[in-house]
């Protein structure tokens, strides 16, 4: 079964760190790009980063960029997202998502997400 | 950036009847890059349509998308019970998401 598993959420104080995980399983990880993708209580979908399949490619949102580090482990099949500087308004579930599977085309649909894990930014 | 917006932002109706979903673009999406996903409560997004008309696997066919350029459409033919959701189109040249349109029974 294709499947992303998030992991690493909870709740950290403004200023704080975490590091999410999102473990891979049932197809060719290191084949396909990857995106982060968030979703504040009550609000919609926002994108947030990706990474291609060999990691040597990331883009971020403005809203994130130079806090929020995207990185893989193509072995481990695992994808992460080191959040430093945190803030109020980075509270929200975050999702892993799968993107293209070709390595010199990031214009693709999601088509697998996982569960999401929260993260909650409060003192 | 191109900016997507959707409308309307809550549509309410009942199980059986045609649901029409729109999603405009602030400027022309390069090559049909426009998805629709659909998320119900408590639950990830699920593909439902990429490149503006194309259905994602196992996606029944009640689900159909069309448009081009900067005016998209969801269409739902007949809504089962299990279609009452928020749906939100996104165009994945820079990946923005639309605000959501929400369907529910009326």
């Known amino acids: 079964e294709v499947q992303l598993v998030e992991s690493g959420g909870g709740l950290v104080q403004p200023g704080g760190s975490l590091r999410l995980s999102c473990a891979a399983s049932?197809?060719?990880?290191?084949?396909?790009?990857m995106h982060w993708v968030r979703q504040a209580p009550g609000k919609g979908l926002v994108w947030v980063s990706r990474?291609?399949?060999?990691?040597?490619?990331?883009s971020y949102a403005d809203s994130v960029k130079g806090r929020f580090t995207i990185s893989r482990d193509n072995a481990k099949n695992t994808l992460y997202l080191q959040m430093n500087s945190l803030r109020a308004e980075d509270t929200a579930v975050y999702y892993c998502?799968?993107?293209?599977?070709?390595?010199?085309?990031?214009?693709?649909?999601?088509?697998?997400w996982g569960q999401g894990t929260m993260v909650t930014v409060s003192s | 950036e191109i900016v997507l917006t959707q409308s309307p932002g809550t549509l309410s109706l009942s199980p059986g009847e045609r649901a029409t979903l729109s999603c405009r673009a602030s400027?022309?999406?390069?090559?049909?890059?426009l998805a629709w996903y659909q998320q119900k409560p408590g639950q990830a997004p699920r593909l439902l349509i990429y490149?503006?008309?194309s259905r994602a696997t196992d996606i029944p066919d009640r689900f159909s998308g069309s448009g081009s350029g900067t005016d998209f459409t969801l269409t739902i033919s007949r809504l089962e019970p299990e279609d009452f959701a928020v749906y939100y189109c996104?165009?994945?040249?820079?990946?923005?998401f639309g605000p959501g349109t929400k369907v529910d029974i009326k």
């Open positions: 998502a799968r993107g293209s599977p070709y390595s010199g085309y990031d214009y693709y649909a999601f088509d697998i």
């Open positions: 049932g197809f060719t990880f290191s084949s396909y790009w």
């Open positions: 990474i291609n399949s060999d990691g040597s490619s990331t």
């Open positions: 400027q022309s999406v390069s090559s049909n890059y």
């Open positions: 490149g503006a008309s």
């Open positions: 996104q165009q994945y040249g820079s990946f923005t």
